[in-house]
């Protein structure tokens, strides 16, 4: 718990909002996109901490568990780079598909990584939210196309309003319950 705290100190930002358990079936660790995903966040005023599954301390009223998965079978939901289950409120858990995600970034590192860490905060959202809802453009949108590839790799994709509101509602009534 200590060691947590201490990372979000240290990135100035406060004590956690999520805690986001990550677990890796590939062999690449997804640094650069949880950071990506974290400043993202963090400009929306949510501080996230990353936990290998193996690691402990939750110190936010927000836990989730992400799973990076490789070999997706092609018909699991087709066309898809990542799923969450926002009404299952137990489980809060989400599932990242890594060859889809490298496959969709046809070799560019720069848009792999941005890529990931916007799945990341798009799935986290829709956990954090309880809502299946999407935005017609911007980070929410239901699917983004080559042109939004391209803008994500210059500048994150930005919340709606609404997304906005949505986020800091369901944080502030976690904390409030946590309490
Ligand atoms: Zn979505």
Not at 149 to 169: C, G, K, N, R, T
């Amino acid at each position: 718990m200590l060691g947590a705290v201490f990372v979000a100190v240290m990135a100035g930002a406060g004590p956690a909002d999520v805690d986001v358990y990550v677990t890796c079936e590939g062999a690449a660790p997804a640094y650069r996109a949880e950071t990506i995903a974290s400043a993202i966040f963090r400009r929306a005023g949510v501080t996230v901490v990353w936990h290998a599954w193996y690691g402990r301390g939750t110190v936010s009223a927000m836990a989730l568990r992400v799973n990076l998965a490789e070999r997706t079978p092609g018909d699991r939901l087709p066309g898809a780079l990542g799923v969450c289950y926002p009404y299952a409120d137990r489980s809060r858990s989400i599932t990242v598909f890594c060859d889809r995600i490298r496959r969709s970034a046809n070799r560019n590192p720069a848009l792999e990584s941005a890529l990931l860490a916007h799945v990341l905060v798009h799935e986290i959202t829709h956990v954090i939210t309880g809502v299946d809802r999407h935005s017609a453009s911007g980070m929410m949108k239901a699917h983004w196309d080559a042109a939004d590839h391209d803008a994500m790799v210059e500048a994150p994709l930005p919340f709606s309003e609404v997304d906005l509101i949505l986020i800091h509602q369901r944080l502030n009534k976690a904390q409030a319950a946590n309490r």
